[in-house]
């Protein structure tokens, strides 16, 4: 057997036909699509649970607090995430897709946080009949459908394990935009539901020790094929005494302006009311320096709505999901207390919040540029 190296001019070659290669995958991928898909219109649930084969990013997430007794009667306090998102960029979906999952615990009785990002498995999508949807990546599971959802998994160091967990909710939910159609500025828009107000039981093993947690969650479900381009958002999700919820979304270009605002107030009885964009805004309050990544987060913020100002203060700063093998897409995703006034009445609540400072929108573009940057083209 004989081995051989590549000349500079057969690597000069290799890449000119790599480009051209990928340009043509390219062309014909948008010849078959009719250009840059968007999500459509009127979301229609359970079908629009389950995986989009056409669009090229999905993700399922829940975010909630949790509290509950051990053994031994110590009670604990929790933030939690559970990310899985779809990535198809390349079009090969059913067959072969890849889910990426992150987890994350803020143990708000230790005053730590630990986060994953990198849980990644690739197979074919499933679909199950009649809707809903059921997914995984690495050790992460979830499922739901009809508003009944359950989730598991946890880090492989077994330092904080979900047993199966059940969410769900009574009340509808929340088609955000125009019938679940947002709109994302110059990257174009966006299917996007919630569920806002999920009633979350089950186990978490932490460090070995079962706990009997009990508390409140968030699921957000959205897919699409944005447009590529560089940008970025400030995101919350809004929980509140007075049994009404929040989620309001900030989105920036690659300029830091704010090219689209989304607000929706969800009604004790599950009815939404779109809120109009001049009436939302934001204020960084505190910031965070992560020692990790050298990304300066807005942390803490006051939000205006309609009728009112609302305080959102993180309950652990440091709640960064990062990773050093996967630096792009680094992220703040924090459990944080809400206080303030609606319509001259005060409200207190919880809140997630999330900081996505800085991201190539996942267009078919971005990935096509990681498949050039993995050339070193």
């Known amino acids: 057997m004989s081995t051989s190296r590549r000349t500079p001019a057969r690597r000069t070659r290799f890449r000119k036909l790599a480009t051209l290669l990928l340009g043509a995958l390219t062309s014909l991928m948008l010849m078959l699509t009719g250009g840059t898909a ?48 779809r990535v198809d ?46 997914v995984n990546a690495g050790t992460i599971h979830i499922d ?12 492989s ?55 009997l947690v009990t508390g409140t969650a968030w699921l957000d ?19 509140l005494s007075n049994n009404t919820q929040y989620m309001l979304y900030f989105i920036r270009d690659a300029n830091g302006n704010y090219v689209e605002t989304i607000g929706t107030r969800v009604n004790a009885d599950g009815t939404t009311t779109n809120l ?21 987060y807005p942390v803490a913020s006051t939000v205006n709505i309609p009728g009112g100002t609302l305080s959102v203060t993180p309950q652990l700063v440091n709640q960064e999901v990062w990773s050093s093998l996967i630096p792009q897409g680094n992220y703040w995703e924090g459990t944080a207390t809400v206080a303030g006034t609606i319509n001259g009445q005060a409200v207190t609540g919880m809140a997630y919040a999330e900081v996505i400072p800085f991201i190539d929108m996942p267009g078919h573009g971005y990935v096509w540029q990681s498949v050039k940057d993995l050339l070193g083209l």
């Open 221 to 239: 479900h959205q897919w699409g094929n944005w447009t590529p381009g560089q940008g970025g958002w400030e995101w919350y999700s809004l929980q």
């Open 38 to 85: 968007h999500a459509a219109g009127g979301v229609s649930l359970p079908g629009d649970e389950s995986p989009h084969v056409s669009a090229g990013m999905e993700w399922w997430y829940i975010t909630g607090h949790l509290s509950g007794k051990d053994l031994l009667g110590k009670t604990h306090s929790y933030g939690f995430e559970t990310l899985i998102n």
């Open 157 to 211: 160091d077994a330092s904080y394990v979900f047993g199966t967990m059940t969410a769900s909710q009574s009340t509808p939910a929340a088609l955000h935009g125009n019938a679940g159609t947002i709109g994302y500025g110059p990257f174009g828009t966006s299917g996007y539901y919630s569920e806002t107000n999920l009633k979350v039981n089950g186990t978490l093993f932490d460090h070995g020790m079962p706990v």
């Open 144 to 155: 739901g459908k009809n508003r009944v959802n359950h989730f598991s998994g946890g880090f």
């Open 276 to 296: 109009p964009a001049a009436q939302l805004s934001r204020t960084t309050t505190a910031t965070w320096k992560s020692p990790n990544t050298g990304i300066t």
């Open 89 to 134: 960029g390349l079009s090969t979906a059913p067959v072969a897709t890849i889910y990426n999952g992150n987890f994350a615990i803020a143990d708000l009785t230790r005053g730590t946080y630990t986060s994953t990002k990198s849980l990644y498995s690739i197979g074919p999508d499933s679909v199950p009949a009649g809707g809903g949807f059921s």
